[in-house]
């Protein structure tokens, strides 16, 4: 098996474990129905860092063909799943409810309010 396939096998592996591990039921939570009758589905943000190499080690001498040196590889990954917050429908409107320490973020989700606050004035006059 040349490196370039030993390599191959090592990302193919490694990406059939992370796509088990992170499914679409980890990112987007299952809706549990609250007895007002309002639907709560959480949704957590998912951070990867992945990284994987290779080589071929030994003796530095000339190769021939039929000849390889052997091979050293390996992969890690770092997943971080974070709950994030929570999308909620009451049957009148959908909203979302953040779980964040981020100014930033708060600052949009507090404009977003305000100018659905706006619309729907604009829509009663």
């Known amino acids: 098996m040349d490196e370039k396939k030993k390599i191959d ?3 193919e592996k490694t990406a059939e474990k992370l796509t088990g591990l992170v499914d679409v039921n980890t990112v987007i ?9 309002a ?3 959480p949704f957590t943000k998912v951070t990867m860092g992945y990284l994987s190499g290779g080589g071929e080690y030994g003796d ?8 390889c040196l ?3 590889g390996g992969a890690g990954t770092v997943i971080n799943v974070k709950p994030a917050g929570f999308l909620i429908d009451d049957g009148k409107e959908c909203r ?5 320490d981020d100014v930033i973020d708060g600052l949009i989700e ?5 100018l659905g606050r706006l ?3 604009g829509e009663d006059a």
């Open 9 to 11: 096998s090592i990302l």
């Open 119 to 121: 619309v729907r004035k």
């Open 39 to 41: 639907q709560v589905i």
């Open 96 to 100: 979302i409810v953040r779980i964040t």
């Open 110 to 114: 507090k404009a977003g309010d305000l």
């Open 70 to 72: 052997p091979f050293a």
């Open 29 to 37: 939570g299952k809706p549990v129905l609250t007895a007002s009758g």
């Open 60 to 67: 530095v001498k000339k190769i021939d063909d039929g000849e």
